[in-house]
């Protein structure tokens, strides 16, 4: 019905009646929350949930189209205000499965409206950060909303066509917490949404500081006492060569001792791996890395 209506009423309807439509948004994105308090945690009403959600979604971007900027930017930064917020009545666990909901729109408010939204990350980040910074991963909510916030982050940073990421309040405050998540990686795979997001974040934040910045980060993670950090390490630095080619291999003198160091290193799959990467490098460059590593 509110899909109907929003296809039938005018901006000028939207616009005034947008208190009652943020209002029922926000209440679809709070259900995964209720659900949860009720205990209703099955596998079959997860997937109710995600659909209710995927269409809460699409219901909300049509009453986007129908907005101007300075009526929603409000709205979405009350959302996001509203989803951190100590509710009465609402646990940590709570305030996550809400979060959960709501980085789910984000990915899809970003995914789909791309470059048009980017400053719209200016509301994001601290939330985002804060996940990254006190997710606890052992729980599945928490590592549910952690991957999400990571696939958020990716699409802010793949579709800036701004250098909004370039400016150094931006980047100062996520790459940081960007480069904290590698600790993870003993205790669960980082490479499926951590390493996309770093990737689009060198990308983006293209100035040869910033970038200096992400390779010292990861480089450092590369003489971990733990093989699964060095390995996630390894495995984003073949991800940046690969999509940033000849740009990236410009840090190649401070890669060459770390890159020596690995070639003997005590983990077998570590050593693989660092050797895919040396033929990456090869191939990037058109000559052996041999001379360079000895």
Not at 36 to 46: E, P, W
């Given at each position: 019905m509110l899909r109907i209506a929003l296809d039938r009423h005018p901006k000028s309807a939207i616009a005034k009646n947008l208190a009652p439509l943020s209002a029922i948004f926000q209440s679809a994105l709070d259900l995964r929350r209720v659900e949860?308090?009720?205990?209703?945690?099955?596998?079959?009403?997860?997937q109710r949930i995600a659909v209710l959600e995927d269409a809460a979604n699409v219901v909300a971007l049509k009453m986007i189209y129908k907005l101007n900027d300075g009526a929603f930017r409000p709205v979405f930064s009350q959302l996001l205000e509203w989803s951190v917020s100590k509710t009465p009545g609402v646990d940590s666990r709570g305030r996550?499965?809400?979060?959960?909901?709501?980085?789910?729109?984000?990915?899809?408010?970003?995914?789909?409206?791309?470059?048009?939204v980017t400053s719209y990350a200016t509301y994001v980040i601290d939330s985002a950060v804060g996940v990254l910074q006190s997710a606890d991963l052992?729980?599945?909510?928490?590592?549910?909303?952690?991957?999400?916030?990571?696939?958020?982050?990716a699409k802010c940073f793949e579709h800036d066509q701004e250098d909004f990421w370039q400016t150094p309040s931006h980047f100062d405050a996520v790459a940081p917490a960007l480069l904290g998540q590698f600790l993870h990686a003993p205790t669960m795979d980082v490479s499926e949404e951590l390493v996309p997001a770093v990737v689009e974040l060198a990308a983006a934040a293209h100035s040869q500081e910033h970038r200096k910045e992400l390779n010292g980060g990861i480089l450092a993670h590369l003489r971990s006492g733990r093989a699964a950090v060095r390995l996630a390490a390894v495995k984003c630095e073949q991800a940046l060569t690969d999509r940033l080619?000849?740009?990236?291999?410009?840090?190649?003198?401070?890669?060459?001792?770390?890159?020596?160091?690995?070639?003997?290193?005590?983990?077998?799959?570590?050593?693989?791996?660092?050797?895919?990467?040396?033929?990456?490098?090869?191939?990037?460059?058109g000559e052996s890395l041999d001379a360079m590593l000895q």
């Open positions: 949860y308090a009720r205990d209703h945690t099955s596998r079959q009403a997860d996550a499965v809400r979060q959960e909901s709501v980085f789910g729109f984000l990915l899809f408010f970003f995914d789909k409206l791309k470059s048009i052992t729980t599945g909510e928490q590592r549910e909303l952690w991957k999400r916030v990571l696939r958020t982050l080619g000849e740009e990236w291999l410009e840090m190649l003198p401070e890669m060459l001792p770390y890159i020596s160091e690995l070639q003997d290193d005590d983990d077998e799959v570590v050593d693989r791996e660092t050797h895919r990467w040396i033929v990456k490098i090869e191939g990037v460059l």
